[in-house]
């Protein structure tokens, strides 16, 4: 089954605890991207990737890293996690080699992480 | 600065009626849209697209229109369902795919018995 996980699905940490959101997809897609979904603001796009060992700013980068050393992997990295950083996060993967209609994005269930 | 609005944060129709979901967005350079589908506790997932090129796209009871003078689409579901109860959010990219997605706001939809 294509899917896209995402591990935690809940957490809640203190300030300044590291902490990583891992993601990984089935799809072989190219391009992966992480976004944050805060009331009355959407989803915003914090970090993206076109492909391995190229990642690249989305619109709300500060305060999170990203790597992807693989191709199925992009794993969220909070270094000193504060309470703005409590939100719910998702996962997307899409192909790169989109035909009109039906290329989209494929999101993760979704990680609820609360910052005390 | 939000390139992509749906001003609209809930709507409520009743079983059968025809539900009209509306997104505006300023960005001229956005050449594709998409809807997702959001239910609590999953995943955003995808409903229908239409890229600029055209003005409508229709996939069985969902229907989405496109107005580029105007900079807006909406999308209908006939007949609405208790099952399209949801959060709908537009989406668009300047990059003729799917990739670079700037979202929308979501409108919550309630349809009603």
């Known amino acids: 089954e294509a899917q896209v996980t995402q591990n935690p699905r809940y957490l809640i940490t203190v300030t300044g605890k590291k902490l990583t959101v891992t993601c990984s997809q089935n799809m072989n897609h190219e391009y992966m991207s992480w976004y944050r979904q805060d009331p009355g603001l959407g989803l915003r796009q914090i970090y993206y990737s076109m492909n391995v060992e190229v990642t690249d700013k989305g619109d709300v980068p500060e305060g999170y890293k990203v790597s992807r050393k693989e191709k199925r992997n992009f794993p969220l990295i909070l270094e000193s996690p504060s309470p703005n950083q409590t939100s719910l996060y998702f996962c997307?993967?899409?192909?790169?080699?989109?035909?009109?209609?039906?290329?989209?994005?494929?999101f993760g269930p979704g990680t609820r992480l609360t910052v005390l | 600065d939000q390139q992509v609005k749906q001003n609209s944060p809930s709507l409520s129709v009743q079983e059968g009626r025809i539900s009209i979901l509306n997104c505006d967005y300023t960005n001229s350079m956005f050449d594709y849209f998409l809807w997702y589908k959001k239910y609590p506790a999953e995943g955003p997932t995808f409903l229908i697209s239409?890229?600029?090129?055209?003005d409508k796209n229709e996939d069985g009871r969902f229907t989405v229109f496109l107005n580029k003078s105007a900079k807006h689409l909406s999308l209908h579901i006939v007949p609405s369902q208790p099952g399209d109860s949801a959060v709908y959010f537009c989406?668009?990219?300047?990059?003729?795919?799917?990739?670079?997605?700037?979202f929308g706001q979501g409108t919550r939809l309630t349809i009603n018995p």
């Open positions: 997307a993967s899409s192909s790169l080699a989109g035909v009109e209609s039906t290329d989209t994005q494929y």
């Open positions: 239409i890229s600029s090129i055209k």
């Open positions: 989406a668009a990219s300047a990059r003729g795919g799917a990739q670079k997605l700037v």
